[in-house]
């Protein structure tokens, strides 16, 4: 197995509305160095399910990588920090108030990953 380093730049939060609630959809920004290819500006989704808390990853990458969707949460969760559910006097932060927004945060991580 080889090792593809990933780049995480940015959120793009999003709402998309359904039958009967909305979900919401959160668009990553990234980049990834594996096996001597660089892959720019690549994105994926992260769909977030209020209740219980739970995130369904959906990316199309050039290689298998089975940590790909815990690492993409791992830097939803840190781009967005403890400021998520914080309410001050200008009001509540976090995604629920954004729309057509982007959260910036690097971050970066290496994963095990094997060819198509």
Known sequence: ???????????????????HSPKQIVKVLFDVDFNEQFYSHLLADIELFDEENEYEVRAKLPFKCAEFSA???????????????TISHSGPKGLSIATNNVIRAQWQTSLEATEL
Do not use: C, R
């Open 1 to 19: 197995m080889s090792k593809a380093n990933f780049v995480f730049h940015g959120l793009f939060p999003d709402v998309v509305e359904k039958k």
């Open 71 to 85: 690492a993409a949460i791992q830097y939803y969760q840190f781009a967005l920090g403890p400021q998520a559910k």
